[in-house]
């Protein structure tokens, strides 16, 4: 299993740019998250899904969408991106079972 | 709105010495506490969890404590070892009609000396 695999890794973008963020995991599970950390601030949510089709606000929204078309994935869009959006993005999913989130490898996105 | 404060933010120990980490939530149906170790430029990884219906978990060297009553727990990591050097958070979950969310510590950087 490759677990919750994210890409790309890094990418720069000049302010008013759109990218998307691609998250996918091989577990099945029902449950994905979008966080952002930031020094000092930990991890944010920005939005998560409950399941195929459905999305949802997290903490942070503002800036963001997202779409879960498929179960495996869960992408994240910025479409006029801002300088306040240079962070490191997470995405989780959560195991059903036991409760516990595994985190992707993360992507660093810096934005000028 | 729900919050979990860590403290302390910085911890520096000697090698084979103690570190203790703590977390309060301000959520009292929170019901599951896990705690993540995180290297530079890489992704939290758990290391250990409770559930609301356990005060103490042991993992080795690792062990983590709940105190309900007060809202707070606590992660206790013996015989310190330079590997142990990293960020680690603790987390506070709950369910609302069927959904999930977990909301985050600061994170604590520990460093263990040689």
């Given at each position: ?21 691609l ?5 099945n599970h029902?449950?994905?998250?979008w ?5 000092g601030?930990g991890?944010r949510?920005i939005h ?5 089709g459905?999305?949802a606000k ?17 992408l994240l ?20 079972g036991?409760g ?6 993360g ?6 | 709105?729900e ?10 120990v ?9 977390c ?63 960020v ?6 709950k ?7 977990y909301?985050?510590?600061t994170?604590?950087?520990?460093k263990v000396?040689?």
């Amino acid at each position: 299993n490759a677990g919750v695999t994210q890409t790309p890794k890094f990418r720069v973008l000049k302010t008013g740019q759109s990218m998307t963020l691609l998250c996918a995991q091989d577990m099945n599970h029902e449950y994905m998250y979008w966080y952002r950390q930031d020094p000092g601030m930990g991890l944010r949510l920005i939005h998560y899904s409950v399941g195929e089709g459905t999305t949802a606000k997290g903490e942070v929204p503002d800036g963001y969408n997202v779409s879960r078309l498929k179960k495996q994935n869960f992408l994240l869009g910025l479409e006029s991106a801002a300088p306040s959006q240079t962070s490191v993005y997470f995405c989780a999913s959560r195991d059903p079972g036991l409760g516990r989130q595994f985190f992707g490898p993360g992507t660093r996105l810096t934005v000028l | 709105g729900e919050n979990v404060e860590q403290h302390p933010s910085t911890l520096s120990v000697q090698e084979g010495d103690s570190a203790v980490i703590k977390c309060t939530y301000s959520d009292s149906a929170s019901n599951y506490f896990p705690w993540y170790k995180q290297e530079l430029g890489k992704r939290p990884q758990l290391i250990i969890d409770i559930r609301s219906n356990v005060g103490e978990k042991k993992d080795q060297r690792i062990a983590v404590t709940l105190n309900k009553t007060a809202k707070h727990f606590s992660l206790h990591i013996t015989e310190t070892q330079p590997e142990d050097s990293a960020v680690y958070f603790c987390a506070a979950s709950k369910s609302t009609s069927g959904t999930y969310k977990y909301i985050f510590g600061t994170g604590t950087r520990l460093k263990v000396l040689a």
